[in-house]
């Protein structure tokens, strides 16, 4: 493989964002679905992976934005759902209940954070919950990615993906992956944390390419693209980040879309 076929590789993105509702929207100017699907299609990406800014953001409105992308995945190709839960929230679990053995939703989307709890006081409660369906978990980082290996350790069957890889040139990151007892920490670039001067390479290096996803988390995708492009690393490594990882990962998911 050779750079020109890593850049005629159809990427998928495992890590969006869009704004439903403009009056939210005053950072991103207008980042709809049409916006970035646009911009997608610039960086040669096939499908998108999103949860909605107001789900994230927004705890009161979880299960709206849940059943807005739920019904809207079901009608765009390219679009692909990350179903997110509140551990406070019941009708949460139920959404992704039903969601999860749909092809267009890949996984459980959690943000501490933003909906401020802690995995100290409901960790237990959504990863039993998403062991029971083997599921995906995209999450946003309480602290150093590090501090879910107790959680990873305890639940073998769920794959936890931590977001935005690469700040502290990612030895966090790299420490997660390589430390899990099953395996089943990976990692994504979304974000503005892989702009850190040679991030990538030093986490390809410390610990190879296969638990690494491409995503932008809504920021320009042809920098994020390019960021993979031009990495100082193997373009078969390059393929396995944009493309091939994301494919053996969500395999089930994309199986249960073509019936």
Same mark, same amino acid.
């Given at each position: 493989?050779?750079?020109?076929?890593?850049?005629?590789?159809?990427?998928?993105?495992?890590?969006?964002?869009?704004?439903?509702?403009?009056?939210?929207?005053?950072?991103?100017?207008?980042?709809?679905?049409?916006?970035?699907?646009?911009?997608?299609?610039?960086?040669?990406?096939?499908?998108?992976?999103?949860?909605?800014?107001?789900?994230?953001?927004?705890?009161?409105?979880?299960?709206?934005?849940?059943?807005?992308?739920?019904?809207?995945?079901?009608?765009?190709?390219?679009?692909?759902?990350?179903?997110?839960?509140?551990?406070?929230?019941?009708?949460?679990?139920?959404?992704?209940?039903?969601?999860?053995?749909?092809?267009?939703?890949?996984?459980?989307?959690?943000?501490?954070?933003?909906?401020?709890?802690?995995?100290?006081?409901?960790?237990?409660?959504?990863?039993?919950?998403?062991?029971?369906?083997?599921? @995906?978990?995209? =999450?946003?980082?309480?602290?150093?990615?590090?501090? +879910? %290996?107790?959680?990873? !350790?305890? *639940?073998?069957?769920?794959?936890?993906?931590?977001?935005?890889?690469?700040?502290?040139?990612?030895?966090?990151?790299?420490?997660?992956?390589?430390?899990?007892?099953?395996?089943?920490?990976?990692?994504?670039?979304?974000?503005?944390?892989?702009?850190?001067?040679?991030? @990538?390479?030093? =986490?390809?290096?410390?610990?190879?390419?296969?638990? +690494? %996803?491409?995503?932008? !988390?809504? *920021?320009?995708?042809?920098?994020?693209?390019?960021?993979?492009?031009?990495?100082?690393?193997?373009?078969?490594?390059?393929?396995?980040?944009?493309?091939?990882?994301?494919?053996?990962?969500?395999?089930?998911?994309?199986?249960?879309?073509?019936?």
């Amino acid at each position: 493989m050779d750079l020109n076929d890593v850049r005629n590789l159809k990427a998928i993105d495992a890590h969006n964002h869009i704004f439903h509702f403009p009056k939210y929207d005053n950072e991103m100017q207008l980042n709809d679905l049409e916006t970035s699907w646009k911009v997608a299609c610039a960086a040669n990406t096939d499908k998108i992976f999103i949860s909605t800014m107001e789900g994230v953001c927004h705890t009161e409105m979880v299960e709206s934005e849940n059943d807005y992308l739920w019904n809207l995945s079901q009608e765009v190709d390219y679009l692909y759902q990350w179903v997110v839960i509140d551990p406070r929230n019941e009708n949460s679990f139920l959404q992704a209940k039903r969601m999860l053995n749909n092809g267009k939703c890949v996984g459980i989307k959690l943000h501490p954070r933003e909906h401020n709890y802690t995995l100290a006081e409901f960790g237990d409660k959504i990863f039993s919950f998403a062991s029971d369906f083997g599921a @995906v978990v995209q =999450i946003h980082p309480e602290d150093s990615a590090t501090w +879910i %290996l107790p959680h990873a !350790d305890k *639940y073998p069957d769920v794959t936890f993906l931590v977001a935005h890889m690469c700040s502290w040139l990612g030895r966090a990151y790299a420490d997660a992956i390589e430390q899990a007892k099953h395996g089943n920490v990976w990692a994504d670039t979304s974000g503005s944390a892989s702009y850190c001067n040679v991030g @990538v390479e030093y =986490i390809v290096n410390r610990v190879g390419s296969d638990k +690494i %996803l491409y995503g932008t !988390d809504g *920021y320009s995708s042809g920098f994020q693209r390019g960021r993979i492009e031009y990495a100082q690393i193997s373009n078969e490594d390059k393929a396995n980040i944009l493309r091939f990882n994301a494919e053996r990962l969500f395999a089930k998911t994309f199986e249960r879309e073509k019936k």
